[in-house]
């Protein structure tokens, strides 16, 4: 088990998401940088649907009641392992009673935490990832208890990633062509421009601060997907994330790749995006 001491800014726990249901209305949720969560479950052996912590701009701080294996990955939170400073992409052993704290952000904008076998909450509709009302809570409490694995016998073998820090700082998207592209033939010079991150972003939706391209198309509520860029009247952009809703009534007019999807969630308020059509 491990006691949530502290629990951060937004702290949540994530797997691969929820299959099946969207046309219930579901969203798929699940983790929002899936390429780091899945190098911290790769570091452990974790199958890669094993449930991890997501940390969003400042860390928990978390006391293990038992002994297990963890790997943190993605942003740099200067974590600390019973006050000894601790580096992303390595795996660590942590007994009972060690505690485990982070910082505020320095790089990137989510962090992973991965334990050994995964996060062991009940799953509901295939899937531990928090989402209300699907889930009773949308993220972690303090006093919260995780359970996690307390079979003993972890071995601490080395495992180590070396990282290429320009996925925080890169600021190309890779997207295709949405269904309504070809409405706007004059998106060439839009895509073009540089935008910037604006403070409307969650797990739900990026939206940036330019406007991209005024309009007056119109299109009936059809279905969306995690990924789709909608373009509204006034040309504000909508890139939908995770939780997004599953239908829509704006233009589609890009759709993000998966690793781009994975590099924005890593984006905050004023940094800088670009689109590379593929």
């Given at each position: 088990?491990?006691?949530?001491?502290?629990?951060?800014?937004?702290?949540?726990?994530?797997?691969?998401?929820?299959?099946?249901?969207?046309?219930?209305?579901?969203?798929?949720?699940?983790?929002?940088?899936?390429?780091?969560?899945?190098?911290?479950?790769?570091?452990?052996?974790?199958?890669?649907?094993?449930?991890?912590?997501?940390?969003?701009?400042?860390?928990?701080?978390?006391?293990?009641?038992?002994?297990?294996?963890?790997?943190?990955?993605?942003?740099?939170?200067?974590?600390?392992?019973?006050?000894?400073?601790?580096?992303?992409?390595?795996?660590?052993?942590?007994?009972?009673?060690?505690?485990?704290?982070?910082?505020?952000?320095?790089?990137?904008?989510?962090?992973?935490?991965?334990?050994?076998?995964?996060?062991?909450?009940?799953?509901v509709?295939?899937?531990?990832?928090?989402?209300?009302?699907?889930?009773?809570?949308?993220?972690?409490?303090?006093?919260?208890?995780?359970?996690?694995?307390?079979?003993?016998?972890?071995?601490?073998?080395?495992?180590?990633?070396?990282?290429?820090?320009?996925?925080?700082?890169?600021?190309?998207?890779?997207?295709y062509?949405?269904?309504?592209?070809?409405?706007?033939?004059?998106?060439?010079?839009?895509?073009?421009?540089?935008?910037?991150?604006?403070?409307?972003?969650?797990?739900?939706?990026?939206?940036?601060?330019?406007?991209?391209?005024?309009?007056?198309?119109?299109?009936?509520?059809?279905a969306?997907?995690?990924g789709?860029?909608?373009?509204?009247?006034?040309?504000?952009?909508?890139?939908?994330?995770?939780?997004?809703?599953?239908?829509?009534?704006y233009?589609?007019?890009?759709?993000?790749?998966d690793?781009?999807?994975?590099?924005?969630?890593?984006?905050?308020?004023?940094?800088?995006?670009?689109?590379?059509?593929?």
């Amino acid at each position: 088990m491990i006691k949530v001491v502290k629990t951060g800014f937004y702290t949540t726990i994530q797997d691969t998401g929820r299959y099946g249901y969207r046309h219930k209305g579901i969203p798929v949720s699940g983790v929002m940088d899936a390429y780091s969560a899945n190098l911290a479950n790769a570091l452990l052996g974790n199958d890669k649907n094993a449930a991890v912590l997501e940390m969003t701009m400042l860390g928990p701080t978390l006391l293990f009641m038992t002994e297990t294996e963890i790997a943190i990955t993605g942003a740099c939170m200067s974590a600390a392992l019973n006050n000894e400073s601790i580096i992303n992409n390595k795996k660590y052993l942590v007994k009972s009673g060690d505690i485990l704290a982070f910082k505020a952000v320095t790089k990137g904008f989510r962090s992973y935490l991965a334990v050994k076998d995964g996060i062991q909450t009940p799953g509901v509709l295939g899937s531990r990832s928090m989402y209300i009302p699907i889930t009773n809570r949308s993220q972690i409490e303090n006093n919260t208890i995780i359970p996690v694995d307390t079979r003993i016998g972890h071995t601490i073998g080395y495992a180590h990633i070396k990282r290429d820090w320009s996925w925080f700082t890169d600021p190309v998207l890779d997207v295709y062509k949405g269904p309504e592209y070809d409405l706007f033939p004059e998106i060439g010079k839009s895509l073009e421009k540089n935008y910037t991150v604006s403070n409307v972003n969650n797990r739900m939706a990026y939206q940036v601060e330019e406007a991209f391209l005024v309009h007056r198309h119109s299109i009936l509520t059809s279905a969306t997907l995690p990924g789709t860029v909608q373009l509204t009247p006034s040309g504000k952009l909508i890139i939908l994330m995770k939780d997004a809703q599953t239908t829509g009534g704006y233009p589609r007019i890009l759709q993000l790749s998966d690793m781009a999807m994975a590099k924005l969630a890593q984006k905050r308020m004023g940094d800088v995006i670009s689109f590379q059509l593929l």
